[in-house]
T-cell receptor
């Protein structure tokens, strides 16, 4: 157990729907990062939050949004889902804003859009 | 544009057969190079960070080295439990990680 908790582990939903993925960072970590991993794209950085504020944005679609709450857990909202959004979504956390020593990843949420 | 490539895409070894995985990178300014191990259906697990050319890090049967343009992950006398995908990532200055596509390693008993 890495200490980063992601729920749910699996999610199956239909095209056009909206889902919310949840992440609780490791105790003491203030930064949360979201990544998407698909077979043809590898790990793609989506967005980072540090202590409740958005810090960096990567290849995140406008249909996707995220936030980090005062208790430091984070949620990734995916809307108007398309078949191509099927992927593993990982959350990672680090103590500081800059992750110089690497991240700790959760075990991911597998999203299947049918 | 910052880029990371890894080779080979997949590697099959017999138990005890040593080999190396390659990570080549193009980055404007390197803050660190990271190696991760990923088992199927799991999140990546941190292995090493390398910061400057010439640096080496070791952990059990794994040794990571860094030059100005590439990094190698040497696996000595691998065991079946070393089977996994090995990911390389770079952290450019002022940016988040850029991950490579990974090398799928299979170690046969």
């Amino acid at each position: 157990d890495s200490g980063v908790t992601q729920t749910p582990k699996h999610l199956i939903t239909a095209t056009g729907q909206r889902v919310t993925l949840r992440c609780s960072p490791r105790s003491g970590d203030l930064s949360v990062y979201w990544y998407q991993q698909s077979l043809d794209q590898g790990l793609q950085f989506l967005i980072q939050y540090y202590n409740g504020e958005e810090r960096a944005k990567g290849n995140i679609l406008e249909r996707f949004s995220a936030q980090q709450f005062p208790d430091l857990h984070s949620e990734l909202n995916l809307s108007s889902l398309e078949l191509g959004d099927s992927a593993l979504y990982f959350c990672a956390s680090s103590v500081a804003d800059n992750a110089n020593y690497g991240y700790t990843f959760g075990s991911g949420t597998r999203l299947t859009v049918v | 544009e910052d880029q990371v490539t890894q080779s080979p895409e997949a590697l099959r070894l017999q138990e005890g057969e040593s080999s190396s995985l390659n990570c080549s990178y193009t980055v404007s300014g390197l803050r660190g190079l990271f190696w991760y191990r990923q088992d199927p259906g799991k999140g990546p697990e941190f292995l090493f960070t390398l910061y400057s050319a010439g640096e080496e890090k070791e952990k059990e049967r794994l040794k990571a080295t860094l030059t100005k343009k590439e990094s190698f992950l040497h696996i000595t006398a691998p065991k079946p439990e070393d089977s996994a995908t090995y990911l390389c990532a770079v952290r450019p200055y002022g940016q988040n990680f850029v991950f490579g596509p990974g090398t799928r390693l299979s170690v046969l008993p």
